[in-house]
């Protein structure tokens, strides 16, 4: 049977630092989207939705 070998210091250490980095970047990419006013993504994105709901429920209201 051979045995596993187990990651060194070393190394987890490094994983531990990807992990790091990979949060710090999510957070500042959530930042800049939520951040910007009236012309962040976000509200962009909702506004378009809003504007397609108005139009597909006045579709269906039609007789």
Same mark, same amino acid.
């Given at each position: 049977?051979?045995? /596993?070998?187990?990651?060194?210091?070393?190394?987890?250490?490094?994983?531990?630092?990807?992990?790091?980095? =990979?949060?710090?970047? /999510?957070?500042?990419?959530?930042? !800049? !989207?939520?951040?910007?006013?009236?012309?962040?993504?976000?509200? !962009? !994105?909702?506004?378009?939705?809003?504007?397609?709901?108005?139009? =597909?429920?006045?579709?269906?209201?039609?007789?």
């Amino acid at each position: 049977m051979k045995r /596993l070998r187990t990651a060194s210091p070393a190394c987890r250490g490094q994983r531990g630092q990807a992990y790091a980095e =990979y949060v710090v970047m /999510l957070v500042v990419v959530i930042l !800049l !989207l939520i951040v910007g006013g009236d012309s962040s993504p976000i509200n !962009l !994105l909702i506004g378009a939705f809003k504007s397609f709901y108005q139009s =597909y429920s006045f579709a269906i209201a039609v007789p």
